[in-house]
């Protein structure tokens, strides 16, 4: 511990040389950061996280080929210098497939998450904050929820909510006539995000509550209250800060489940409904070549392993950058 | 003791009560209707129903009832043992769950057994010879195997040691427990709780070392031995304990990729084949077996708490 202390403050002294005085502050970011980009691991997994996220935005436009168009003349191909991933069983290009899996996979991630945290955020700081019944009727929910096995209750809620969504959007459509109604994807993927939501939201109430309420009580945030800061202060400078770095940790770790899950759900048959590419339906779809074709399986199958992976350990790095007392040396 | 034992099992009744509400919920808004099938069966063999054939078997099933009469029913039917029947092929639920059993049962208990005696030793070593290769190569391959969802490794695996080594056959159906196929089987099923028990056993023993009360029985000149298995492991095992409480979800997820692929006749090909044609019924019987297993799972975990550590008291 006494060297990595060292080791910060003569960066810091030389970044100040370099820089002139006050240029670099130490704070908890800059000091997270410090120890983010030295964990070599973490480095790795942000850099292929960011690869990842650049496909997922720029798949579609730099794709060789159309995910849909089919070539009859090469069906099947093993990977060559045409097909770099080969082609699957309709003649379809497996690299530009697995671009626009990306792609599906992002928005998934992104949005399944962002609704679970908000879900999580609102239902974890009312318990903490009301308290009394509402708190125990939060925390009973939250009980019930994870005792629901959640695979088994997300490919519930998809089942049921598919032809209901599938319906809506069919009536959206009949009635503006807008061209983003007019396919089910945008159903299916909807029917993906509320089922993923649903079963990841329980552990971020828990872990907002459990947040706010050990802070409340810590020193530094009575002594605040004691000179008499104002709340809006204590829960910016105080409360905001100290919370965050255990939330983007689970944030991390739960993309990362979502990307997993949505491509479960996919390998089922109720997430993402072909046409659209999804690494799980690839997978599905291909299944049963495994003997004949590894290829089509172990492409998308590799892009999930690493992407999941590089995930993870970036979720690592940033648990030990972020929360040092927690973490093991 | 006793006592609290009986609070929570009373407990059980209203969280299992929200937990039928909300998968009877799912599927009274969900798009199966059992009459339209019985319909389209009936159509198929080339037998027309009259309106008042439909309506009459509606009144039959109770399907003409309002919302919560329904779901009173079916609470009714749930107590008494009975989750209804399949309306695709009139196969009461229940039977049918417990008939495969036997296979799931067997692969749980033989991936808690890898667990136990593959999993907690390796923990142990990582934390014993932490921040070594050894550490790392245990740790590095844990999380690897814990990232990557199981019908991704599945056909990966198979494509190793079937097309690559030629040590065993593609396995196919239930074969016995003395088989290759088997043990493959519980492995892949038990991954995912493998890598975190292997994470929290290494951090429980990282922790518990660092505390005054191991330097004191070293210092009092205890064999190392001795340190390790009276004072590290007892302590170690509360967080490794805490793991078991994610066993069935963990369990059940893997089981429903590791049935379908190496179609082994258990719960988790029950419920993928129920998932893709659509039989509700036995999805709800399922996810409730499953859910009643989760919250006796989450009693033993509170059970065996006090056990390992005296401090933990209920009232």
Redesign the interface.
Request: net charge positive; proline share 7%.
């Given at each position: 511990m006494a060297t990595t202390k060292t080791d910060t403050v003569n960066t810091q002294e030389s970044l100040q040389g370099q820089f002139g005085a006050n240029t670099r502050q130490r704070n908890l970011w800059n000091d997270a950061f410090r120890r983010l980009i030295r964990n070599r691991l973490s480095m790795i997994g942000l850099i292929i996280f960011i690869f990842f996220l650049l496909i997922a935005v720029l798949g579609p436009v730099i794709a060789p080929y159309d995910y849909r168009v089919q070539n009859l003349d090469r069906v099947a191909e093993p990977p060559g210098p045409d097909h770099w991933l080969g082609t699957d069983d309709l003649g379809r290009d497996t690299m530009t497939r697995i671009m626009w899996g990306a792609r599906t996979a992002a928005i998934v991630a992104i949005i399944a998450t962002s609704m679970s945290l908000l879900l999580g955020i609102i239902l974890g700081s009312l318990g903490a904050y009301i308290g009394g019944w509402m708190d125990t009727f939060l925390s009973?929910?939250i009980?019930?929820t994870?005792?629901?096995?959640?695979?088994?209750?997300a490919?519930?809620?998809a089942?049921?909510f598919?032809?209901?969504v599938a319906d809506w959007v069919d009536a959206m459509y009949q009635q503006t006539g807008l061209s983003i109604f007019a396919t089910t994807t945008y159903a299916d993927l909807i029917v993906v995000f509320g089922a993923l939501a649903f079963i990841t939201w329980p552990g971020y109430a828990r872990l907002i509550r459990g947040q706010i309420l050990s802070l409340r009580q810590k020193e530094f945030v009575e002594a605040a209250v004691t000179v008499g800061a104002k709340q809006s202060r204590i829960l910016m400078k105080y409360l905001i800060p100290n919370a965050l770095g255990p939330i983007i940790v689970a944030l991390t770790f739960s993309f990362?489940g979502a990307i997993?899950a949505e491509?479960?759900l996919s390998?089922?048959?109720?997430g993402v409904q072909p046409p659209q590419p999804s690494w799980?339906n690839m997978?599905?779809d291909n299944?049963l070549s495994?003997?004949y074709r590894?290829w089509l399986?172990?492409a998308p199958?590799?892009t999930?392993?690493i992407i999941?992976?590089a995930?993870?350990?970036l979720g690592?790095g940033l648990n030990d950058a972020l929360n040092p007392r927690t973490a093991?040396? | 003791m006793v006592r609290y034992i009986l609070m929570r099992i009373i407990a059980f009744i209203?969280?299992l009560f929200?937990?039928l509400f909300?998968?009877f919920f799912?599927?009274y808004?969900?798009?199966v209707d059992p009459v339209k099938i019985m319909q389209q069966q009936r159509r198929a063999q080339g037998v027309y129903m009259t309106q008042e054939e439909v309506a009459t078997i509606r009144h039959q099933l109770g399907l003409d009832r309002p919302f919560l009469e329904q779901f009173v029913a079916y609470v009714n039917n749930v107590l008494h043992g009975s989750f209804g029947f399949s309306y695709f092929d009139y196969v009461p639920v229940w039977p049918r769950i417990q008939s495969t059993l036997a296979v799931s049962g067997q692969l749980a208990l033989g991936a808690l057994a890898i667990l136990i005696f593959i999993g907690i030793p390796l923990g142990l070593l990582a934390a014993k010879f932490h921040?070594t290769r050894i550490d790392y190569m245990i740790v590095g391959t844990s999380?690897?195997l814990?990232?990557?969802?199981v019908?991704?490794l599945i056909?990966?695996v198979?494509?190793v040691l079937?097309?690559w080594l030629h040590v065993m056959n593609?396995p196919r159906g239930w074969q016995g427990i003395f088989t290759s196929s088997f043990v493959l089987a519980a492995f892949l099923l038990s991954l995912r709780s493998l890598a975190n028990i292997i994470r929290q056993t290494r951090?429980g023993v990282?922790?518990v070392m660092q505390n005054d009360y191991i330097r004191t029985a070293r210092a009092k000149g205890l064999r190392e031995l001795h340190v390790f298995t009276r004072h590290i492991m007892r302590n170690s095992l509360i967080p490794v304990v805490t793991v078991l409480g994610l066993l069935?979800?963990d369990l059940?997820?893997n089981a429903?990729?590791i049935d379908l692929?190496f179609n082994l006749p258990g719960l988790g090909r029950l419920?993928?084949t129920s998932?893709?044609s659509?039989d509700f019924n036995n999805?709800y019987g399922?996810?409730i077996f499953?859910?009643v297993l989760?919250?006796v799972m989450?009693l033993l975990v509170d059970i065996i708490y006090p056990l390992l550590d005296p401090r933990v008291v209920y009232d």
């Open positions: 009973r929910l009980d019930v994870l005792s629901i096995p959640s695979l088994l209750f490919s519930l809620i089942a049921t598919r032809k209901p990362a997993v491509s479960s390998f089922l048959g109720v799980g997978i599905s299944a495994w003997r590894p399986v172990a199958g590799l999930i392993a999941s992976l995930i993870n350990f690592d093991i040396k | 209203p969280t929200v937990v909300i998968t799912l599927g808004i969900g798009p921040n999380l690897f814990y990232s990557i969802p019908f991704v056909p990966m198979l494509i079937v097309l593609v951090g990282l922790e069935v979800d059940m997820t429903v990729f692929a419920f993928s998932l893709t659509r999805i399922i996810v499953t859910s989760i919250m989450n």
